[in-house]
Nanobody, 118 residues
Framework: QVQLVESGGGLVQAGGSLRLSCVASGSVFSINAMGWYRQAPGKQRDLVATITRGGNTNYADSVKGRFTISRDNAKNTVYLQMNSLKPEDTAVYYC????????????WGQGTQVTVSS
C-alpha cells in the first residue's frame, strides 16, 4: 500500500505562482511513476504532468512552459511548480503514484484545491 498526502494549494491571483508537494509513504520502493492530475467542477479528471523514477517527464499541452514537475526520490516527494497561473487552472489537484510491478497498482491522494482569481 502507498499513501499520498498533498499540500500547497490555495488562492492566488492570475499570473501568480504556487508549489504543490506530495509525500508518499508505505511501500514507496514499489513506486515507478508519480504525477499530478486535476479535476474542475463538472469535468473529468485530467492529466497535468507525470515523472518517472528516472526523471522522464510528460506534460499536458495546456501547462507546458508554465508548470514544472520534479521529484526527490530520497524524500519520496513529488512537486509541481505552477507559474503564470490562469483562472482555467482552477481545480482540485490530485497526486498519483503507479507501482512498477505487474499489474501496476494506482494510488491517489486526497486532493488539494487550487483557485486562481482573475
Amino acid at each position: 500500500q502507498v499513501q499520498l498526502v498533498e499540500s500547497g494549494g490555495g488562492l492566488v491571483q492570475a499570473g501568480g505562482s504556487l508549489r504543490l508537494s506530495c509525500v508518499a509513504s508505505g511501500s514507496v520502493f514499489s513506486i515507478n511513476a508519480m504525477g499530478w492530475y486535476r479535476q474542475a467542477p463538472g469535468k473529468q479528471r485530467d492529466l497535468v504532468a507525470t515523472i518517472t523514477r528516472g526523471g522522464n517527464t510528460n506534460y499536458a499541452d495546456s501547462v507546458k512552459g508554465r508548470f514544472t514537475i520534479s521529484r526527490d526520490n530520497a524524500k519520496n516527494t513529488v512537486y509541481l511548480q505552477m507559474n503564470s497561473l490562469k483562472p482555467e487552472d482552477t481545480a482540485v489537484y490530485y497526486c498519483n503514484a503507479v507501482t512498477s510491478w505487474y499489474p501496476p497498482s494506482v494510488y491517489w491522494g486526497q486532493g488539494t484545491q487550487v483557485t486562481v482569481s482573475s
